[in-house]
């Protein structure tokens, strides 16, 4: 009897251990931790096959417990179709779907800024956002929005604003995730697809940020108008090479070993502004869908282009892209193509400054020195 009841005792043990094992692996399967592929020459945080990922179905869970974002807002526009049509996709709130209808543009502009930040967006359309800064190539310039925090009047009002102002201006794609630090990834990828979506002919594409200065005129001129034919599978800006994650939680690019395993991260281009061919919105976006994301975009674009085997190319000379901020002169800054750091303010008065100064900006460049 003894025997038979440690027996019975041991089965259940061996059972409830069982379950347990299988709960754990469920688990991870649901909150896609697995870290598969690692040392099959895979991309360390590829974490299953995109067979499974691609079914669009299989996230839905996922998607539903990011809180329902339509409780948030509710736009009075029915904008809301085009929800979930595939993989960790969020509703358009705002889009804009004929900008690329009668001529594909030269540069698509994607500028990250928040929900608040009108001020910035007004200083660049006066300036290097200006749709006519290259005339006859087409330009567009959209600014990446997600919804702000806060509660249900704040983030109303700051909503209605930001419609009133789409309507002004055709410059604002939104989609209806949070807009924090840690969703910056969203918003590329928000990026990524609408070009991919609406504007496939786009010949560059630059993702830059609010508080950058970005001469657009340089830009073009420098780095994309000469290449005839234009490039492919092209992708540049301030390389970052042999980085590895930083894994102090108090930092601001703080990432866990849970996320991101590997020692090092892959070559990838500073965040502040990256400038690539069309054709790799789709590329990137389409490689998103397998690979599992991280909330630092640039880091994770550069996994995209690992597992494309497309590497960041050098700019051609290493004073063109700045992920700080360089000191302003006429003379550098007619020749550079990013900056950082800029006021709303500051960026109005150089631009004009710039603008009134960049003819043989750098013949004098003493007595021009400093400019301002
Ligand atoms: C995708 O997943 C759903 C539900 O999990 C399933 O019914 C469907 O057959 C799957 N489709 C493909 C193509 O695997
Ligand atoms: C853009 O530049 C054009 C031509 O320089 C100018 O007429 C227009 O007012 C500018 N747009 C804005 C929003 O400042
Ligand atoms: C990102 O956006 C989703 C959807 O709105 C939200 O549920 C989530 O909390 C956000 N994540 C972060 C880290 O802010
Ligand atoms: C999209 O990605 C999948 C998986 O990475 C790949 O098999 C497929 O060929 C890609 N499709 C396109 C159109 O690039």
């Not at 839905?60 to 993989?87: A, K």
């Not at 674009?301 to 000191?327: D, Q, S, T």
Request: net charge positive; with cysteine.
């Amino acid at each position: 009897m003894q025997w038979r009841r440690r027996h019975c005792w041991t089965h259940i043990a061996v059972l409830l251990l069982l379950l347990g094992f299988i709960g754990v692996l469920y688990f991870l399967h649901h909150h896609k931790l697995f870290l598969g592929q690692v040392g099959r020459g895979y991309n360390p945080v590829t974490y299953s096959s995109p067979e499974i990922e691609a079914n669009q179905s299989a996230l839905q869970p996922t998607l539903q417990e990011t809180g329902s974002p339509q409780q948030i807002l509710r736009p009075e526009q029915g904008l809301t179709t085009t929800r979930r049509q595939m993989v960790d996709s969020y509703a358009y709130i705002i889009n804009e779907l004929d900008k690329c209808q009668l001529r594909d543009p030269f540069l698509v502009l994607l500028i990250t800024v928040e929900p608040q930040q009108v001020e910035a967006r007004n200083a660049i359309r006066q300036t290097w956002g200006n749709e006519s800064v290259a005339q006859g190539l087409g330009i567009v310039r959209l600014f990446t929005l997600g919804v702000r925090e806060g509660n249900h009047e704040q983030v109303h009002s700051l909503q209605h604003q930001i419609q009133q102002e789409s309507h002004r201006h055709h410059d604002i794609i939104q989609q209806e995730f949070m807009d924090t630090y840690h969703n910056l990834t969203l918003k590329t990828l928000m990026g990524m697809h609408w070009v991919a979506t609406h504007c496939p002919n786009a010949r560059y594409v630059m993702k830059t940020d609010g508080d950058m200065f970005v001469n657009t005129e340089y830009l073009i001129q420098k780095l994309l108008k000469l290449s005839v034919p234009p490039r492919q599978n092209y992708f540049t800006g301030y390389l970052m090479k042999g980085f590895a994650p930083n894994r102090n939680k108090d930092s601001k690019w703080y990432m866990s070993p849970e996320l991101y395993p590997g020692e090092q991260y892959p070559v990838f281009c500073s965040g502040t502004g990256y400038v690539f061919s069309g054709d790799m919105a789709q590329k990137i976006h389409n490689a998103s869908l397998s690979i599992r994301r991280l909330h630092l975009e640039d880091v994770y674009v550069g996994i995209c282009l690992e597992k494309l085997r497309i590497e960041p190319a050098p700019p051609p000379n290493e004073f063109l892209f700045h992920h700080w901020r360089v000191p302003y002169s006429s003379c550098k800054y007619s020749q550079l193509i990013t900056s950082h750091k800029f006021h709303p303010n500051e960026l109005v008065k150089y631009w004009e400054h710039l603008q009134t100064n960049k003819q043989n900006a750098c013949i004098n460049s003493n007595a021009n020195g400093q400019g301002l």
